[in-house]
């Protein structure tokens, strides 16, 4: 989950946690892996998330190709021409 220029208070935090693991605890899933997998995937959304501010990421879906973020209509028609403009320049 990405999110940006939200301020989460504590119990809003607690919450969304607390949720997250009901659902793996109705999943029947092995909770003590579970909240290990948890807990290491915290250094990876923090690094993807200040990846994303870098970039200039303000919202989701946000698409990138070498390094440039498309800004055209979101419309396959218009993001495959932007694609085949990027294969025909990087040649």
Not at 19 to 35: H, I, Q, R
Not at 42 to 50: C, G, K, N, P
Request: a negative charge; charged letters at 20%; proline letters at 3%.
């Amino acid at each position: 989950i990405f999110i940006t220029s939200i301020e989460l208070s504590y119990s809003r935090i607690y919450s969304f946690v607390s949720c997250t693991f009901g659902y793996a605890t109705a999943l029947g899933l092995d909770l003590t892996k579970f909240a290990a997998d948890y807990a290491a995937a915290s250094a990876q959304v923090t690094s993807d998330a200040s990846q994303g501010d870098k970039a200039g990421v303000d919202s989701t879906p946000s698409l990138f190709i070498n390094d440039r973020r498309y800004e055209g209509p979101a419309h396959p028609k218009y993001i495959g021409m932007w694609i085949d403009e990027e294969v025909a320049v990087n040649r």
